[in-house]
């Protein structure tokens, strides 16, 4: 299949190529709404919105009648999640309507932990992501990202969006559909500069005497570092271009700002337990068809999600996951 992008219409146009080696263009199939058909899409693919993204089932209105189309909880950064969407061209004009919702949703925490307890299988799809009740209430960051959706962006709001002083991510969702009736959807996750005051915290502040600081145990800690420094040389040794970078709680390994595996200090008790490496991956790896023996407590797979899970009680040598780190970054590359 071909995909061209105009950049001056800001639209995407799909060819499906023939066996006489002819485009045949494949006509856009809007979504015809953007409270219903949108949004059920979003919650029926719920990971297009990133790594762990679980989104809550109950929506609210905030004073004034307002109401957010979609929040729920990036379990891996516990942070609110707020998602707007929009079935047309947006430009700055949707500053001013999300304003009121991040305002809303920072000033109000509990709201967003109230509504996730009682639901009971919300809490299960979190307990799946490593969040019970405990770690919700207690760690919940404050500070909200706000995901807005739309087919494309004016190129108003992007001259601005780096201006925000809080997270805005952009996300360009379109359809379309073949004569045949089957339906495509291109996702164009655009990467505006972070802002500074997010980039500072989370990169500089965050360290592994940070960690201690915050209570996790001197011995998780160093099988973190250990394990990172057997990461970083089997990247070194397979001229692997990816960024580690401190966050609360994880240290993902980056491509630009997308994650493509991470180390986890924050999974499970902070003064004991497993440390994890969380991989992207297209399907779940077979360690023992592929020969990999590596010392290891449990496995865990999140179809969904795309995530495989190793943990480990102590700092092993990596070098076996060789082939599995390099299909995590290719797969992540590839998409």
């Known amino acids: 299949m071909l995909k061209i992008i105009i950049e001056d219409e800001k639209m995407v146009e799909l060819y499906k190529m023939k066996p006489d080696g002819k485009p045949e263009k494949i006509q856009p199939h809007r979504f015809a709404d953007e409270p219903k058909d949108l949004e059920d899409f979003i919650k029926k693919n719920e990971e297009i919105l990133g790594d762990n993204v679980a989104l809550l089932s ?6 004034g009648g307002r109401r957010i189309d979609l929040w729920g909880l990036d379990a891996l950064e516990l942070r609110p999640v707020i998602i707007e969407l929009k079935n047309t061209t947006t430009g700055d004009e949707i500053i001013s309507q999300i304003l009121p919702y ?3 949703v920072k000033s109000h925490p509990d709201t967003l932990k109230y509504n996730a ?3 009971k299988e919300y809490m299960k799809k979190l307990k799946e992501l490593g969040v019970d009740a405990t770690k919700l209430e207690n ?7 706000v995901i807005l959706i739309a087919p494309s962006f004016s190129k108003d709001l992007l001259d601005v969006v780096d201006y925000i002083t809080f997270e805005v991510q952009l996300l360009e969702l379109s359809r379309h559909k073949t004569k045949e009736g ?8 655009l990467q505006p500069t972070p802002p500074t ?8 502040q965050w360290n592994w005497e940070k960690y201690q600081q915050e209570g996790i145990s001197k011995n998780k800690i160093e099988i973190a570092e250990g394990l990172k420094k057997r990461i970083d040389t089997i ?5 692997i271009n990816l960024q580690p970078i401190f966050r609360k709680l994880y240290i993902p390994y980056q491509s630009g700002r997308n994650n493509v595996f991470w180390i986890d200090v924050g999974y499970t008790s902070w003064k004991k337990g497993d440390v994890l490496l969380t991989l992207k991956l297209d ?3 077979d360690l023992k068809a592929e020969n990999i023996a590596i010392k290891h407590t449990k496995i865990k797979w999140l179809e969904k999600y795309k995530q495989y899970s190793i943990f480990f009680d102590e700092d092993v040598d990596l070098s076996p996951l060789t082939p599995i780190i390099k299909r995590s970054y290719e797969y992540v590359i590839g998409e």
């Open 58 to 63: 109950r929506q609210i209105t905030i004073p």
């Open 102 to 104: 991040y305002k809303f």
């Open 117 to 119: 307890i009682k639901d």
């Open 139 to 145: 760690e919940l960051e404050k500070d909200p990202k």
């Open 182 to 189: 089957d339906s495509f959807v291109v996702i164009n996750k």
């Open 197 to 204: 005051p997010v980039t500072v915290r989370a990169q500089e």
């Open 235 to 239: 990247l070194r040794d397979e001229n």
């Open 283 to 285: 399907k779940k790896p």
